[in-house]
T-cell receptor, first 112, second 115 residues
Framework: GENVEQHPSTLSVQEGDSAVIKCTYS??????FPWYKQELGKRPQLIID?????GEKKDQRIAVTLNKTAKHFSLHITETQPEDSAVYFC???????????FGGGTRLMVKP | KAGVTQTPRYLIKTRGQQVTLSCSPI?????VSWYQQTPGQGLQFLFE???????NKGNFPGRFSGRQFSNSRSEMNVSTLELGDSALYLC??????????????FGPGTRLLVL
């Protein structure tokens, strides 16, 4: 089955700096890669996603890049703000259905 | 549209008991997936239902089961509860997975504590 590894497990940055979180996946059939943000005590919320026919996608301060050959994808957050502090999860799925395999999560702390 | 809802939000049970959790998807969504979230194992896929049929299943024992009704609402059941079943159980709904519309929207979760 699919295996998704996520690094780093914790990340501390100063407000205004950029943050990068990296994930690797094992199943070459995976073609959908969402990123979720989960604040303490709340539900995971989708912040951006990318499909395998696209190499990069941006949404304001957030961008995701995908390298299918190397089987890795990354989340980039620019101009970080204290409200970006949360746990971020990457995930992967294939056309076999709606089964998301999640990475272990990254706790991002943005210091004011 | 109203978001995904789950009931109950909190539950305390003792070992050996069984529990049923409920999930109401976003209106129009036909797929419901269930996940278990624990500090040690992270977010793990349990199963997915689409049009009342289980389409995918994760690596959980048979004590974990589910079903989906004709209105797309879903329930999951855990029998013979063990201490290790203590977790946040999340459901997520999506419109038409595998057809270019895989976005999953999560509910608030049911926090289960097994004593």
């Amino acid at each position: 089955g699919e295996n998704v590894e996520q690094h780093p497990s914790t990340l501390s940055v100063q407000e205004g700096d950029s943050a990068v979180i990296k994930c690797t996946y094992s199943d070459s059939a995976s073609n959908y890669f969402p990123w979720y943000k989960q604040e303490l005590g709340k539900r995971p919320q989708l912040i951006i996603d990318i499909r395998s026919n696209v190499g990069e996608k941006k949404d304001q301060r957030i961008a995701v890049t995908l390298n299918k050959t190397a089987k890795h994808f990354s989340l980039h957050i620019t101009e970080t703000q204290p409200e970006d502090s949360a746990v971020y999860f990457c995930a992967a799925s294939s056309n076999a259905g709606n089964m998301l395999t999640f990475g272990g999560g990254t706790r991002l702390m943005v210091k004011p | 549209k109203a978001g995904v809802t789950q009931t109950p939000r909190y539950l305390i049970k003792t070992r050996g008991q069984q529990v049923t959790l409920s999930c109401s998807p976003i209106s129009g969504h036909r797929s419901v997936s269930w996940y278990q979230q624990t500090p040690g194992q992270g977010l793990q896929f349990l199963f997915e239902y689409f049009s009342e049929t289980q389409r995918n299943k994760g690596n959980f024992p048979g004590r974990f089961s589910g079903r989906q009704f004709s209105n797309s609402r879903s329930e999951m059941n855990v029998s013979t509860l063990e201490l290790g079943d203590s977790a946040l159980y999340l459901c997520a709904s999506s419109f038409n997975p595998g057809q270019g519309d895989e976005t999953q929207y999560f509910g608030p979760g049911t926090r289960l504590l097994v004593l």
